[in-house]
Structure formats: structure tokens, C-alpha cells
């Protein structure tokens, strides 16, 4: 097959750094030209991005640490991520041209991949937009869907708190947990986010943190009876503030710390002696440890959607060269709803 | 009846305090003096008091602190404790003269028990020293059984850490963990304590903390494979170093924070990241939420014993007026093994 050569527009990752990330640390650079093709005896695909998926995870992949559960990036290779992806040339045989794919790729136009077993086919449904693939059906959903039911044990009734609970995963850990019988309060960083939590996303009530000098007396306020479960997506001092709010046998699942910056911040703590007096469970999980559930989580998610149960908010921005901005958001709480970029149309 | 009045030598507590405990916090005094008998129709029992218990637990109780799942001690009362005692005189025909108790009782000679349903019957044994009751097969005992067999979730060749592991706890939990085929390290604040958990207690290695600069390292050196449970009975500073030597799904059992002096002391983590990256569950606990166990517990306990499977390491004091020192005594890791005062012999 003769193809044409076609500059491929990269987002490469620069070099390791222990202090907050910035968009300088990743640059946008022309790739060498390459053919639109899965070599013969590659098995690989060769796929167009359509939509990449800006996570806070990725950032620890950003630290020379190898003792992690993900790897160090490559400084000078492309930023790896989750994607939505169609593939134009295909030397497996699972795959043809024309398929939707997601799964983890790279942070460029076009991507040649490899491990085709780890990449997802997209059964596409006129219901369901393909993004979604990076966020309520993907990662993020993932982990809400096994965070809140795996490990936070709920009962109908419970009282849920969910720190920045308008994010990719918080949203829908929030929702979970109405559809539950839970009580549920969030807690966000602009009054906007606030805005969507109690009156798009359904949650009972909700706080900005930021407007709180005290966050133990503020979630005293928000909870007078005590937390049953706390969905932490932040770590430090809220979860410090928080441990002081839980009822007797509380569970904390522990799904992110975006309030760390370096693995070694150092967090203080007054209150961990609550973990013995209130008996509780602080359990920290990882998504990818609940994979055989990934299947059903794909079916009970998509009927909730279809049935008009839940809903998600994307913040999607558009064209490759807009990723290292909005990825650096994320630790900035910039973004509203789980952040896209739009890399191409399909 | 007729019986003669005695002076009754109490220990009091004095008032609350929120720094470190000392022993003017509580002072010697005699009672007003009183009948050695169990008044007709109060139900209750006149007990002499043979050995008083010295938990760090009953620190918590020496706060201005309601919210606690034991109450405050009220100032000029005798302080509480857990003993063994004989019953002089009974009102409660469940008990009569000459059984031996255990269960909640003053620090003083003689004691009017009211709740006289929270006391255990002793069936003695000439194979089990009777302070035993307050150790081995008492509180702390129980708090080692449920803690290792319920909270740590135990399996053979598991690399278990215990701190303060010659005290009353800890070094029960490494003698079930060795019975259990775990690999056993403990730590102690004296050379002395580090070669009994050696040599007397079976642990297969065990170091002196205040001897390492570095705790992270020094755990790194006794796990180069990393920890799978963790009996956490200091809190602060060592649990945060073990965090960081965790293997993937690790257990930390929550059981005492004696590093702690008041409830809300900061205390630095720099490794809370890892309770993600290594899914570890930390869980704190109380043993009376499991005091179902307790039947069973004594049962296996007295059986290990007398198997020679298990010993028990006591510090035991003399005199009731020893009992302020001994109980300070704990927070500095005067005592080698579990701290029991004799206030009288049989």
C-alpha cells in the first residue's frame, strides 16, 4: 500500500520535575514524517486520536520514581495517555480501519500502537458520545463505579461526602450514591462547581472549600450526624478535617491526593487519632485491581445513562496544542467536569 | 453482719490534663472509712483488690473529652482500671465469698462493684497466674487476638512489623503471628526488650528504635521484601515510615497511638501517597466491638498457654502506691512487658 508521508504534531514530555507541574514542561513539536500504516508483521494499529484524556495521575508519571504502579514517562517521547481513537490501518486481525478504539495511546495526531490487546473496541451508540470513552466509561468512571461500591461498602442511608466532587470521577461517585439512597454533599472550588453539584448533578448539598476558613466546623455544618463514607479525592487536609466528621465504623476510600504536589509533601495531621476511637477503615485502591468488573461496570453505567438516571459533564477543549494548558489545570481545579481534548473530529 | 470499718487506701485522680500525664496528676489518700460488706438489696459486691492493670487507654480518660468511647474520670474519684479481685461480701447472688473477678474497679483496697454484670467469674487455674486476667487473657490479650485474627487479615509466610512489641499487646501479637507462620519483626525503645522479643518472645528479628536515625531505612533494612501487616500500636512517626515500606494491599491494624500525647498533636506524614499506590487498608479498631470473641478467645489462649506455645512477659509492681509512677512509667516505655500492680496477695 502506497500512503502518503504526513507530519505528525506531537505533545512530548520535556524532563522529571518535583515541583508543580507547568505547561513548559511538555513542548509541541513536529514528528518525523510518517506513513499512514501498521507495518506487515507488526500486528500493531495505526490509528487517528480523537479525543485524549487529561488525568492527575499522569502527573506522577511526570517523577523520576520507578517503585510506582505506572511507570516514569520518557523524556523526549510523547506524552502516553487514555484515548479515543480510529483506526485507518490495522496488521491484527481484531481490528479493521474504521474502528473506535480506547485504550492508552499517545499525545499525537496519529499513533502507531503496539499492544493492541490492552486497547478496548468501541461498540459506537447514536446515545453515546464518544468521549465518554475517556470518562464516565472509562477510567474515571471505572474508578468511581468500584471506589464507591467495592470499597466504600455502602448502605441506603448513609451519609457521603465527596471531595472535588464535580471532577471526572466525584461527579459520579456522587450520583452512585443518590441512586443508593445515600445522603450526599460535595465539596468543590468555585461557586459555579457548587451550582452544578446541587442543581445538575443532584447532590443534596454542597460547599465551596475555598469560602471555609475551618473545614472540620464546615463539615460539622454540612454533616451534624457524622460522615458514614468519604470518597477522597484530595488528601492533606481535608482528609485530616474529615476524619474528625466520620461516625463510628466510617469507611475513607482513598482514590487521589491532588493536594500533594511531590510524593513527599509533607501532611499534618491532628486528627488521625480518630481512626482508632471511631474504628475507622481508611483503604486506598486502585482501579486497574477491579478489572473483571469492567465488563459489567461498561453495562450498568450505560443503562443508567440511557434510562436518564445520571448525567456527566465533560470540560472539553479542542486541538492537540491546547493539552499541556488544560493539563496543568487539573491541579488548579480549572477545569469544570472531567477535561477532553479534542484532537480531531472523527 | 457485723464487721469491723477499715480505712480504704485509694489512688485519685486529680484533674484533667492535656500534657503529658504525671504522677501528681493523681495522689495517695485514705477513704472515709467504710463496712466490708455488700449492703442488702444493692445487688452488688465488695471486692478486695489483688492486681490493678495499667492500660494507656486510661490516658484518653484523664481528658476533658465526652466524645470518646469511654468517658472522662471524674476528679477527686479513685481512678478506674481493669483488675482482678476477690469478693469479700456479695449481694448479687451470682457471686459469693471467696470467687475472684475480673472486670472494671477502682484503684484502691477494697471496692463496691456495682455493675456487677460486667464482671467475669474466674474459674482458677493453678496452671495461669491469676494477674494474668488483666493481661494475657484480659483486655490486652483480647485486643492482640482480634487484632491480628479479625483486623489484619493474616496468612501464612506474611511479613508482619509490630511496635511496642514487648509491651502488653504487641507481644502476644507476634507470638500469633510466629504460630501463624508469618515472618515476625518487632521494635522497642531498650536493648533489654530487644533481646527478650529475640530470645524470649520468638520474633524472628527485632531492633531498637531510638537506635535508627532513619525509621524508613531501618524498616527497609528488616523488610527488604516489604511489610504485609502492620500492628500499629505508636502511631505518629512509625506508621508513617512503614507506609512507605508497605508491599501492595498491606494491612495496618490500628490499635494505640502511646507517640501521641493529646488527641490533637500534629503529626507529619510524608507517605500518605503510598495508602494509593499500595492499596493499603488501614483500619482502626476497638476490641469491644468484638467481645462475641471473647468465649473463644480464652479458650484458645489458656490452651496455647498450657501448650507451652505461648509465654506472657509481666512487669509487676508492689503496693498500691506504686501505681502512679508505673502507670507514667508507660508513656516513657518504663515497663518491660505488661504493666500489673499488686495492691495484696490472695
Known amino acids: 500500500m502506497e500512503t502518503d508521508l504526513v507530519e505528525n504534531k506531537q505533545i512530548l514530555f520535556k524532563s522529571y520535575t518535583n515541583e508543580y507541574v507547568k505547561e513548559t514542561d511538555m513542548e509541541l513539536k513536529l514528528g518525523s514524517p510518517m506513513k499512514l500504516e ?85 461498540q459506537q451508540d447514536d446515545g453515546i458520545p464518544l468521549s465518554y470513552h475517556v470518562g464516565l466509561l472509562g ?15 455502602p448502605k441506603k442511608g448513609d451519609y457521603v461526602y465527596v471531595s472535588a466532587a464535580s471532577g471526572a470521577v466525584g461527579q459520579l461517585v456522587g450520583q452512585l450514591a443518590k441512586l443508593h439512597g445515600c445522603y450526599v454533599v460535595g465539596s468543590a472550588g468555585t461557586s459555579q462547581k457548587v451550582e452544578l453539584l446541587k442543581n445538575k448533578l443532584g447532590f443534596d448539598d454542597a460547599f465551596n472549600y475555598k469560602d471555609e476558613l475551618d473545614l472540620e466546623s464546615a463539615l ?40 500533594q504536589n511531590t510524593r513527599t509533601d509533607t501532611q499534618s495531621f491532628r486528627n488521625m487519632f480518630s481512626v482508632i476511637s471511631k474504628r475507622i477503615t481508611i483503604k486506598g485502591f486502585l482501579q486497574s485491581d477491579f478489572i473483571h ?34 493539563f496543568v489545570g487539573l491541579f488548579s481545579g480549572k477545569n469544570v467536569g472531567k477535561q477532553v481534548i479534542c484532537v480531531a473530529s472523527e
Open 293 to 326: 468488573l469492567y465488563h459489567r461496570f461498561l453495562e450498568d453505567i450505560t443503562s443508567y445513562y440511557k434510562e436518564g438516571k445520571i448525567v456527566y459533564i465533560e470540560n472539553m477543549n479542542h486541538g492537540l496544542e491546547s493539552a499541556p494548558t488544560a
Open 38 to 122: 501498521a507495518p506487515k508483521g507488526s500486528n500493531a494499529v495505526l490509528v487517528k486520536n480523537l479525543y485524549l484524556s487529561c488525568d492527575p495521575y499522569m502527573r506522577g508519571r511526570m517523577r523520576d520514581f520507578n517503585r510506582s504502579y505506572m511507570p516514569p514517562f520518557s523524556p523526549g517521547s510523547a506524552v502516553e495517555g487514555l484515548g479515543v481513537s480510529k483506526v485507518v490501518d490495522s496488521d491484527d486481525p481484531n481490528f479493521k480501519k474504521g474502528d473506535f478504539v480506547a485504550g492508552i495511546t499517545n499525545w499525537e495526531e496519529y499513533t502507531l500502537i503496539h499492544k493492541t490487546s490492552e486497547l478496548r473496541k468501541i
Open 220 to 259: 460539622t455544618r454540612y454533616f451534624p450526624q457524622g460522615i458514614d463514607i468519604y470518597f477522597d479525592n484530595v488528601g492533606g487536609e481535608m482528609l485530616d478535617a474529615t476524619l474528625a466528621n466520620m461516625r463510628a465504623h466510617g469507611r475513607v476510600a482513598v482514590c487521589g491526593m491532588v493536594s
Open 139 to 153: 477510567m474515571p468512571g471505572f474508578t468511581a463505579y468500584v471506589g464507591f461500591y467495592e470499597v466504600c461498602a
